[in-house]
């Protein structure tokens, strides 16, 4: 979480004049970056604590590129990582060790829409939301809606297994997903997954989504198509305290309701919004937000409409509106997915934090969470997906002041075990990628993740392929200094010592 970064082999093979020649003649001059202007856009991913610029970006136009860029850089030993838009909040993709990043933009098609079969095939630098766009006339929509779903693509949202708001009713980006193309660390290419039809054998579809970009690179998916529903209903319910919010989220589900969304958002979170250019209508002078957002048929939706609101007013609700159109509802929804944007209001740098806790245990974590933000002198502002329990605690900070910096580290980390001691995870949709690569340990023992990497090793038996991430391999040799990743994957010999951490 910002501090205890990944040992990254320092006998890493360097970038050579000959492997920059190779890639340039397969790829071509342009779309081989090298200088360091070029190379500074891609220090970072949108969680800007973590900055590495890498040895050089490739740019493909197509899936024979990839491959042919992935070979060349494995025959020579060059670690290599995929990159989508750089949306993502986990540090994962970020460079480590010299590793080449390779910029998947260009590879943007929508190759098929098959309605008949409720199914789309498309590149993995296609943005998200454009595939909903692209259906939704013919009343079809990609369900998964990362708050970032305007800029995010499907290849970042397949590697990072994405969730969003509309997840607590419709599922994370692996049930959306049919089937993956993809080019192994070797260059090979290989098809997971039968799009659409079950396919015997090992689910290894359901082991890649969520790999993070460490056990190959996607270069086409197959994606399920949902269609629209007949009728919605959102609505916001304000609250005077972050508890009777809380227990209102736990009140619905436990009704046997499951409500298409249901989110949080906070009093600092609101200001924000309200303050910024992505302004919704939401009310400043109240501690807590839910909007509540039911869909499907018509017949006995303002039912459960009026169930929700009859739950909310009795745990004190001080108003709950209804959007009267839908495009009021969608004016909600932009502001709402604005909110990490707005966060720039607060500070220059913004920590968004994820983890995942029983619904139950929300009221005392939120209000722990103030009080740790409180102790080490922090603006800590939440907006989440409360229906399912993932909570993202936002941490404002300016990352030149390296005292904040170290202030922020701290309490993320207390945040993380806090949510671990109430039986939560330590993500729920952002990933571990490298900033929270130290906090498996929170939740695996060391032979868990001895077995984590032995399944790594089927796919990227050379640990070329985003290194330094998800899995932490910090074990070092006492005498030499070398990782224990060094040690499985035979680059030098074991010597006959005690490992330490």
Excluded at 21 to 39: C, F, I, M, Q, Y
Excluded at 194 to 203: E, K, L, N, P, T
Excluded at 224 to 250: G, N
């Amino acid at each position: 979480m910002g501090n205890s970064p990944a040992i990254i082999p320092s006998h890493q093979p360097a970038l050579t004049d000959e492997v920059i020649r190779s890639l340039k003649a397969t790829l071509g001059d342009r779309n081989v970056l090298t200088t360091r202007d070029e190379l500074v856009v891609y220090e970072s991913d949108a969680l800007t604590l973590h900055k590495n610029i890498p040895s050089a970006v490739v740019i493909p136009s197509n899936a024979e590129e990839v491959a042919a860029a992935v070979r060349i850089l494995a025959q020579a030993g060059i670690p290599f990582l995929p990159r989508g838009a750089g949306t993502g909040i986990s540090g994962g993709a970020v460079s480590l060790g010299g590793a080449v990043i390779i910029e998947m933009a260009r590879l943007n098609r929508i190759l098929e829409i098959d309605y008949e079969n409720q199914l789309a095939v498309v590149e993995p630098g296609v943005i998200n939301v454009q595939l909903s766009q692209a259906t939704a006339p013919s009343g079809f929509h990609y369900a998964p809606d990362p708050s970032s779903q305007m800029a995010c693509t499907i290849g970042g949202n397949v590697a990072e297994n994405s969730g969003g708001p509309h997840c607590l009713k419709y599922g994370m980006t692996t049930n959306h997903v049919l089937a993956v193309e993809v080019v192994l660390p070797s260059g090979e290419m290989v098809t997971l997954g039968g799009g659409g039809v079950d396919s015997a054998g090992y689910d290894l579809l359901g082991l890649f989504v969520g790999s993070e970009g460490t056990f190959g690179i996607v270069t086409k998916a197959t994606l399920k198509l949902t269609r629209l529903p007949q009728s919605v209903k959102t609505m916001l319910a304000e609250f005077m305290t972050v508890t009777d919010a809380s227990r209102t989220v736990s009140d619905i589900i436990a009704a046997g309701m499951l409500p298409a969304a249901l989110e949080m958002i906070d009093k600092l979170t609101l200001e924000a919004i309200e303050n910024s250019i992505f302004a919704g209508g939401f009310p400043t002078d109240v501690a807590a937000l839910l909007i509540i957002e039911i869909d499907g048929l018509a017949v006995g939706i303002e039912h459960d409409a009026e169930r929700a609101v009859e739950i909310c007013l009795r745990n004190n609700a001080r108003a709950v509106r209804v959007a009267k159109d839908d495009a009021e509802r969608m004016k909600l929804w932009a502001a709402r997915k604005r909110a990490f944007g707005a966060m720039g209001r607060i500070k220059a740098d913004l920590m968004v934090q994820d983890a995942v806790i029983p619904r139950s245990r929300l009221p005392e974590v939120l209000d722990e969470i103030y009080r740790i933000a409180e102790r080490y002198k922090l603006t800590v502002a939440n907006v989440f997906h409360a229906g399912d329990g993932n909570l993202h605690p936002n941490i404002s900070f300016d990352g030149r002041d390296p005292v904040q910096v170290e202030r922020v580290e701290a309490a993320s980390k207390e945040i993380m075990q806090l949510c671990v001691g109430v039986g939560g995870s330590i993500t729920g949709e952002h990933g571990v990628g490298m900033d929270k690569i130290e906090a498996m340990r929170l939740i695996f023992s060391e032979d868990d993740l001895e077995r984590m990497l032995a399944v790594k090793d089927v796919f990227n038996p050379a640990g070329l392929c985003n290194p330094g991430k998800v899995v932490p391999t910090t074990k070092t040799c006492r005498f030499c200094g070398f990782g224990i990743e060094d040690f499985r994957h035979k680059k030098i010999a074991p010597h006959a010592t005690m490992l330490q951490d």
